[in-house]
Protein backbone atom coordinates (compact mmCIF):
# COMPACT_ATOMS: atom_id res chain seq x y z
CA UNK A 1 0.00 0.00 0.00
CA UNK A 2 1.24 3.62 -0.93
CA UNK A 3 2.45 5.37 1.78
CA UNK A 4 2.36 9.44 1.78
CA UNK A 5 3.37 11.17 5.05
CA UNK A 6 2.92 14.46 5.91
CA UNK A 7 3.99 16.90 8.94
CA UNK A 8 3.00 18.65 11.15
CA UNK A 9 -0.60 17.44 11.32
CA UNK A 10 -1.26 20.68 12.94
CA UNK A 11 0.29 24.10 12.74
CA UNK A 12 0.13 27.87 14.09
CA UNK A 13 1.74 30.08 12.79
CA UNK A 14 2.45 34.47 12.60
CA UNK A 15 2.07 36.39 10.38
CA UNK A 16 5.33 37.15 8.84
CA UNK A 17 7.00 34.01 10.30
CA UNK A 18 8.16 31.23 8.58
CA UNK A 19 6.27 27.80 7.95
CA UNK A 20 7.68 24.70 6.45
CA UNK A 21 5.78 21.88 5.67
CA UNK A 22 7.16 18.29 4.90
CA UNK A 23 5.86 15.43 2.97
CA UNK A 24 7.57 11.58 2.62
CA UNK A 25 6.21 9.17 0.51
CA UNK A 26 7.81 6.00 0.28
CA UNK A 27 6.77 4.52 -2.87
CA UNK A 28 9.67 5.18 -5.33
CA UNK A 29 7.08 7.70 -7.31
CA UNK A 30 8.56 10.10 -9.60
CA UNK A 31 5.68 12.58 -9.43
CA UNK A 32 4.85 14.65 -5.68
CA UNK A 33 2.32 17.09 -5.60
CA UNK A 34 1.47 19.87 -3.37
CA UNK A 35 -2.43 20.98 -3.00
CA UNK A 36 -4.05 23.07 -0.95
CA UNK A 37 -8.03 22.66 0.12
CA UNK A 38 -10.28 25.71 0.79
CA UNK A 39 -14.20 25.85 1.00
CA UNK A 40 -15.68 26.23 -2.49
CA UNK A 41 -12.57 25.76 -4.30
CA UNK A 42 -11.94 21.99 -4.18
CA UNK A 43 -7.72 20.94 -4.53
CA UNK A 44 -5.72 23.47 -5.82
CA UNK A 45 -2.27 22.50 -7.51
CA UNK A 46 0.75 24.70 -5.90
CA UNK A 47 3.80 23.13 -6.97
CA UNK A 48 5.02 19.84 -8.05
CA UNK A 49 8.13 18.01 -8.73
CA UNK A 50 9.04 15.41 -11.18
CA UNK A 51 12.14 13.60 -9.39
CA UNK A 52 14.59 14.72 -6.75
CA UNK A 53 15.52 18.44 -7.32
CA UNK A 54 12.75 19.73 -9.41
CA UNK A 55 10.43 21.83 -8.74
CA UNK A 56 7.59 23.40 -10.63
CA UNK A 57 5.21 25.96 -10.19
CA UNK A 58 1.27 24.87 -10.31
CA UNK A 59 -1.88 26.98 -10.64
CA UNK A 60 -1.38 28.77 -7.36
CA UNK A 61 2.45 29.44 -6.85
CA UNK A 62 2.69 33.00 -5.69
CA UNK A 63 4.00 32.97 -1.52
CA UNK A 64 5.37 29.44 -2.00
CA UNK A 65 8.07 27.79 -2.11
CA UNK A 66 8.90 23.88 -2.82
CA UNK A 67 11.47 22.02 -2.28
CA UNK A 68 12.52 18.17 -3.64
CA UNK A 69 16.19 17.18 -1.91
CA UNK A 70 15.60 13.55 -2.59
CA UNK A 71 12.75 10.85 -4.70
CA UNK A 72 11.36 10.60 -1.10
CA UNK A 73 10.99 14.06 0.45
CA UNK A 74 8.84 17.04 -0.73
CA UNK A 75 8.78 20.22 1.54
CA UNK A 76 6.40 23.03 0.78
CA UNK A 77 8.21 26.62 2.47
CA UNK A 78 5.52 30.19 3.01
CA UNK A 79 8.77 32.39 3.58
CA UNK A 80 6.30 34.97 4.89
CA UNK A 81 3.35 33.75 6.19
CA UNK A 82 -0.43 35.35 5.24
CA UNK A 83 -3.51 34.89 7.43
CA UNK A 84 -4.96 33.79 3.51
CA UNK A 85 -2.71 30.59 3.44
CA UNK A 86 -4.48 29.16 6.64
CA UNK A 87 -5.72 26.27 4.54
CA UNK A 88 -5.57 22.67 4.31
CA UNK A 89 -2.55 21.25 2.55
CA UNK A 90 -2.58 17.91 0.87
CA UNK A 91 1.17 16.01 -0.02
CA UNK A 92 0.24 13.72 -3.25
CA UNK A 93 2.88 11.53 -4.77
CA UNK A 94 2.22 9.54 -7.85
CA UNK A 95 3.52 7.83 -11.01
CA UNK A 96 3.35 9.05 -14.95
CA UNK A 97 0.25 7.88 -16.70
CA UNK A 98 -0.62 5.24 -17.78
CA UNK A 99 -3.22 1.95 -16.99
CA UNK A 100 -5.48 1.45 -14.69
CA UNK A 101 -3.25 2.17 -11.67
CA UNK A 102 -2.73 5.74 -12.56
CA UNK A 103 -4.06 7.29 -9.44
CA UNK A 104 -2.28 9.88 -6.66
CA UNK A 105 -1.66 8.57 -3.22
CA UNK A 106 -2.70 11.48 -0.66
CA UNK A 107 -1.33 12.06 2.66
CA UNK A 108 -3.46 12.92 5.42
CA UNK A 109 -3.16 16.52 5.91
CA UNK A 110 -1.65 19.29 7.69
CA UNK A 111 -4.09 22.00 8.40
CA UNK A 112 -2.30 25.57 8.85
CA UNK A 113 -3.96 28.54 10.93
CA UNK A 114 -1.59 31.92 10.32
CA UNK A 115 -2.89 34.44 13.04
CA UNK B 1 -13.73 29.77 -15.66
CA UNK B 2 -13.63 26.65 -14.05
CA UNK B 3 -12.88 23.31 -15.77
CA UNK B 4 -14.40 20.86 -13.54
CA UNK B 5 -18.03 22.04 -12.29
CA UNK B 6 -19.57 19.08 -10.01
CA UNK B 7 -23.02 18.86 -8.48
CA UNK B 8 -24.65 19.06 -6.32
CA UNK B 9 -22.73 20.55 -4.00
CA UNK B 10 -24.58 19.40 -1.27
CA UNK B 11 -26.89 16.13 -1.10
CA UNK B 12 -28.69 14.36 2.07
CA UNK B 13 -30.00 11.15 2.17
CA UNK B 14 -31.36 8.56 3.88
CA UNK B 15 -29.74 5.08 4.36
CA UNK B 16 -30.75 2.90 1.58
CA UNK B 17 -31.22 5.54 -0.69
CA UNK B 18 -29.35 5.66 -4.44
CA UNK B 19 -27.50 9.03 -4.74
CA UNK B 20 -26.32 10.27 -8.44
CA UNK B 21 -23.35 12.89 -8.38
CA UNK B 22 -22.46 14.96 -11.45
CA UNK B 23 -19.33 15.94 -12.48
CA UNK B 24 -19.03 18.33 -15.88
CA UNK B 25 -15.57 19.60 -17.81
CA UNK B 26 -15.15 22.44 -20.68
CA UNK B 27 -11.63 20.77 -21.87
CA UNK B 28 -10.75 17.77 -23.70
CA UNK B 29 -8.84 15.27 -21.24
CA UNK B 30 -6.76 11.83 -20.66
CA UNK B 31 -8.23 11.05 -17.81
CA UNK B 32 -10.83 11.28 -15.17
CA UNK B 33 -11.35 10.06 -11.15
CA UNK B 34 -13.46 9.78 -9.03
CA UNK B 35 -11.80 10.73 -5.02
CA UNK B 36 -13.13 10.05 -1.99
CA UNK B 37 -12.54 12.48 1.31
CA UNK B 38 -13.57 11.09 4.63
CA UNK B 39 -14.39 14.20 7.04
CA UNK B 40 -11.54 16.01 7.99
CA UNK B 41 -9.70 13.21 6.07
CA UNK B 42 -7.31 12.20 3.06
CA UNK B 43 -8.25 11.22 0.10
CA UNK B 44 -8.85 7.56 -1.54
CA UNK B 45 -9.07 6.79 -5.10
CA UNK B 46 -12.59 5.15 -5.87
CA UNK B 47 -11.97 4.97 -10.22
CA UNK B 48 -9.55 5.98 -12.94
CA UNK B 49 -12.30 5.90 -15.53
CA UNK B 50 -11.06 7.89 -18.73
CA UNK B 51 -14.20 6.70 -20.29
CA UNK B 52 -17.09 4.04 -20.42
CA UNK B 53 -18.38 2.48 -17.51
CA UNK B 54 -16.96 0.84 -14.39
CA UNK B 55 -18.34 -1.03 -11.50
CA UNK B 56 -16.88 -1.14 -7.54
CA UNK B 57 -19.07 -3.00 -5.12
CA UNK B 58 -22.41 -0.33 -4.63
CA UNK B 59 -20.36 2.47 -6.47
CA UNK B 60 -20.74 2.59 -10.56
CA UNK B 61 -18.67 5.51 -12.65
CA UNK B 62 -19.89 6.49 -16.04
CA UNK B 63 -17.90 8.30 -18.43
CA UNK B 64 -18.92 10.33 -21.71
CA UNK B 65 -16.01 12.07 -23.46
CA UNK B 66 -18.10 13.28 -26.39
CA UNK B 67 -20.90 14.66 -23.65
CA UNK B 68 -17.97 15.90 -21.42
CA UNK B 69 -19.67 14.82 -18.02
CA UNK B 70 -18.57 11.70 -15.39
CA UNK B 71 -21.07 10.46 -13.06
CA UNK B 72 -20.70 8.27 -9.85
CA UNK B 73 -23.69 6.20 -8.63
CA UNK B 74 -24.10 5.23 -5.18
CA UNK B 75 -26.44 2.35 -4.31
CA UNK B 76 -28.47 1.84 -1.60
CA UNK B 77 -26.61 4.32 0.68
CA UNK B 78 -24.69 3.68 3.99
CA UNK B 79 -24.05 5.87 6.95
CA UNK B 80 -20.24 4.82 6.07
CA UNK B 81 -20.71 6.23 2.81
CA UNK B 82 -20.76 10.16 4.25
CA UNK B 83 -17.81 12.50 3.58
CA UNK B 84 -17.12 14.07 0.41
CA UNK B 85 -16.39 13.13 -3.19
CA UNK B 86 -14.36 14.74 -5.61
CA UNK B 87 -14.14 14.11 -9.31
CA UNK B 88 -10.70 15.13 -11.01
CA UNK B 89 -9.91 15.41 -14.62
CA UNK B 90 -6.68 15.01 -16.69
CA UNK B 91 -5.94 17.40 -18.85
CA UNK B 92 -5.14 16.80 -22.50
CA UNK B 93 -2.84 19.88 -22.58
CA UNK B 94 -1.36 18.89 -20.01
CA UNK B 95 2.43 18.85 -19.99
CA UNK B 96 2.82 16.62 -17.16
CA UNK B 97 0.61 14.88 -15.28
CA UNK B 98 -1.54 17.20 -13.56
CA UNK B 99 -5.24 16.63 -12.09
CA UNK B 100 -7.61 19.29 -12.18
CA UNK B 101 -10.29 18.39 -9.13
CA UNK B 102 -13.91 20.06 -8.61
CA UNK B 103 -14.90 21.45 -5.42
CA UNK B 104 -16.59 18.37 -4.19
CA UNK B 105 -20.53 16.75 -3.37
CA UNK B 106 -20.80 16.82 -0.16
CA UNK B 107 -23.08 13.42 1.02
CA UNK B 108 -24.34 12.88 4.12
CA UNK B 109 -26.51 9.57 4.81
CA UNK B 110 -28.94 9.48 7.72
CA UNK B 111 -29.61 6.39 9.72
Known amino acids: EAAVTQSPRNKVAVTGGKVTLSCNQT?????MYWYRQDTGHGLRLIHY???????EKGDIPDGYKASRPSQENFSLILELATPSQTSVYFC??????????????FGAGTRLSVL | GQQVQQSPASLVLQEGENAELQCNFS?????MQWFYQRPGGSLVSLFY???GTKHSGRLTSTTVIKERRSSLHISSSQTTDSGTYLC?????????????FGSGTQLTVMP
Open chain 1, 92 to 105: ASGDAPGGDQNTLY
Open chain 1, 27 to 31: NNHNN
Open chain 1, 49 to 55: SYGAGST
Open chain 2, 27 to 31: TSLNS
Open chain 2, 49 to 51: NPS
Open chain 2, 88 to 100: ALEPASSGSWQLI
